[in-house]
């Protein structure tokens, strides 16, 4: 079955303080890595699509990459207005029944304290 | 451009009781889902539509029903509340399955069963 782990699953820093998140999946013939934004109260908001392994791609303070095994986002010096949960999701190859659905792992919350 | 939007915001109901919850894109979007999210469980899949007049069960379809009349409107039936369906549902639409067809999500709809 096909499986998603996002670690760990809080993570408080200190504004200024780099760090990653991780996203590793079970997928084989991955089509798609998703990574979103969900903060307290609203629904999940999309930040990047990566591809394929190798490929990265940068938003503001934060950049995602793309192994063969696993996703991380990175932050760098994040903010306070950088708090939220972070999903990522994965797009499996097609199934015979035609229907696709993106797997999302549980999330990781972030605090980023001033 | 509204994208996806979500009707009602919060809802409270009796066990027993029968509700719609509303969900509204104006992007043209042929898939249509339904999740909710439930704390440590993260988004699960309850039915989808992949087209008008169609739909499908996700992974826990069971105690809901779903309409797709029109394109843009799906519709996400309760018909005995329970409080297991305590959570917060959240709708998203997709153009495709293509993986550079993203999927976007609504604001959410916070459900209590009491």
């Known amino acids: 079955e096909d499986q998603v782990t996002q670690s760990p699953e809080a993570l408080r820093l200190q504004e200024g303080e780099s760090s990653s998140l991780n996203c590793s999946y079970t997928?084989?013939?991955?089509?798609?890595l998703f990574w979103y934004r969900q903060d307290p109260g609203k629904g999940p908001e999309f930040l990047f699509t990566?591809?394929?392994a190798g490929e990265e791609k940068e938003k503001e303070r934060l950049k995602a990459t793309l192994t063969k095994k696993e996703s991380f986002l990175h932050i760098t010096a994040p903010k306070p207005e950088d708090s939220a949960t972070y999903l990522c999701?994965?797009?499996?190859?097609?199934?015979?029944?035609?229907?696709?659905?993106?797997?999302f792992g549980t999330g990781t919350r972030l605090l980023v304290s001033p | 451009n509204a994208g996806v939007t979500q009707t009602p915001k919060f809802r409270v109901l009796k066990t027993g009781q029968s509700m719609t919850l509303l969900c509204a894109q104006d992007?043209?979007?042929?898939?249509m889902y339904w999740y909710r999210q439930d704390p440590g469980m993260g988004l699960r899949l309850i039915h989808y539509s992949v087209g008008e007049g169609t739909t499908a069960k996700g992974e826990v379809p069971d105690g809901y029903n779903v309409s797709r009349l029109k394109k843009q409107n799906f519709l996400l039936g309760l018909e005995s509340a329970a409080p297991s369906q305590t959570s917060v549902y959240f709708c998203?639409?997709?153009?495709?399955?293509?993986?550079?067809?993203?999927?976007?999500f609504g604001p959410g709809t916070r459900l209590t069963v009491l």
């Open positions: 999701a994965v797009q499996p190859p097609f199934l015979n029944t035609g229907f696709q659905k993106l797997v």
């Open positions: 998203a639409s997709r153009a495709g399955v293509d993986v550079t067809d993203t999927q976007y």
């Open positions: 992007m043209n979007h042929e898939y």
């Open positions: 997928v084989s013939g991955l089509r798609g």
């Open positions: 990566l591809y394929s």
